[in-house]
C-alpha cells in the first residue's frame, strides 16, 4: 500500500547491484511512493548489468559513479539536477565494501592498503557526497540524507572486521555533516543500523548464515527484512520526520537492546 509519502519529491539512489540490495527495494518503495531519482553505482558494478531492470521499472535514469571519486560525485550531483529538474530532496549511501572481509584476513592481521580502501569506498564516499552536494548547493531545504550502518560499529563482532571501525566513522561522519548541513539549510543525514540481510555484501561476510539465525534468534521481532528497511528510509525522506537528525537509527527487529532471548538460550540446552 503506498501513501505518496514522496510525491513530488528528487532523489538520487546509490548501491543497487540486484534485486536482494537494501538500494533495490528502497529504489522500489521510492517509486511506489511517487519521487522521481536517478540510480548510481560504480561503472564496474555496471557490467552485470541488473540495474537496467530496475532503472526500467522506476522510470529513472542510471548515471555511473565511482563514490570514491570526487570528479564522479560532482557529475552525479550535476546530473541529477538537469535530470531531475531542480535540486535533489533525498539521498540514499547505501555503499559498502571491504577488501580484508573479501579475503577473508582476521582483524588482528589487517591489509592496511585494504583497510585504506575500505575507509575510502564505504566511509569517506558518504563525507565526498555531503562535501560536493553542500559545496554545490545541490540539496533542498529540509533534504534527507540515509546511510546504511550495522551495530557492529558499537558493539564487537569478530568476523565484521575493519567494517566495524569504518562503519564507526560513517555514524560519525554522519553526526558531524549533519550539523553543519543542518545549519546551512536543515538537511537531515541519519543513518540507519539495519539486521543482517541476506544480499551480495552480507552474504560475502565468513559465517554469515549462522550469524543470521543467531539475529533471528535473539530479535524478538526477528530480523528485520530489505523491504522494511526500504519502507524506514521512506518514512526518513518523507516530510514526517523533519526534526530527526544525526541518528544512528537501529532497524533491527529489537536486536539492539535485547540482552539475551529464550530461542537462543535453549541452543545451549543440556537436555
Ligand atoms: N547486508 C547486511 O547484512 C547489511 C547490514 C547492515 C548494513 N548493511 C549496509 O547496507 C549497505 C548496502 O549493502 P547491501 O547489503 O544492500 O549489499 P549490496 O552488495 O547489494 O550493496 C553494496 C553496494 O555498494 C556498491 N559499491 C561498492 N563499491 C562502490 C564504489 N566504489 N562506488 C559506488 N558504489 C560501490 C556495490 O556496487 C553495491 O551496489 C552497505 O553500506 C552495507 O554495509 C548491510
Not at 548510481?40 to 530496475?54: D, F, H, T, V
Not at 591489509?111 to 575510502?120: L, N, R
Not at 551495530?151 to 553543519?180: C, N, V, W
Amino acid at each position: 500500500m503506498a501513501y505518496n509519502l514522496l510525491k513530488g519529491k528528487r532523489g538520487i539512489i546509490t548501491g543497487a547491484l540486484d534485486e536482494n540490495s537494501i538500494a533495490w527495494k528502497v529504489a522500489e518503495k521510492a517509486h511506489e511512493e511517487g519521487a522521481i531519482f536517478v540510480l548510481s553505482n560504480a561503472p564496474i558494478a555496471m557490467r552485470m548489468g541488473e540495474i537496467n531492470a530496475l532503472a526500467k521499472k522506476t522510470n529513472s535514469q542510471i548515471i555511473p559513479a565511482d563514490a570514491t571519486n570526487v570528479d564522479d560525485i560532482t557529475n552525479l550531483f550535476t546530473q541529477s539536477q538537469e535530470i531531475l529538474g531542480g535540486k535533489i530532496d533525498f539521498v540514499l549511501h547505501s555503499i559498502g565494501m571491504s577488501v580484508n572481509i573479501r579475503k577473508n584476513l582476521p582483524y588482528p592481521e589487517l591489509d592496511y592498503e585494504y583497510y585504506q580502501k575500505g575507509i575510502d569506498v564505504s566511509a569517506f564516499s558518504l563525507h565526498k557526497m555531503l562535501s560536493v552536494a553542500y559545496q554545490m548547493d545541490a540539496i533542498s531545504d529540509w533534504g534527507s540524507v540515509v546511510a546504511l550502518s550495522y551495530i557492529a560499529a558499537q558493539r564487537t563482532y569478530p568476523f565484521y572486521t575493519d567494517m566495524a571501525d569504518i562503519k564507526a566513522l560513517l555514524e560519525s561522519i554522519t553526526r558531524s555533516f549533519g550539523y553543519h548541513y543542518g545549519k546551512k539549510n536543515h538537511t537531515r543525514i541519519n543513518t540507519v543500523s539495519q539486521s543482517p540481510t541476506k544480499t551480495t555484501a552480507g552474504n560475502g561476510i565468513k559465517g554469515f548464515g549462522e550469524f543470521y539465525d543467531f539475529a533471528d534468534a535473539m530479535s524478538p521481532l526477528g530480523n528485520a527484512s530489505a523491504e522494511s528497511c526500504a519502507e524506514y528510509c521512506i518514512t526518513l525522506f518523507s516530510d514526517l520526520t523533519k526534526m530527526v537528525t544525526m541518528q544512528n537509527l537501529f532497524h533491527d527487529g529489537g536486536y539492539s537492546t535485547t540482552g539475551a532471548s529464550t530461542e537462543a538460550i535453549e541452543k545451549f540446552g543440556r537436555g
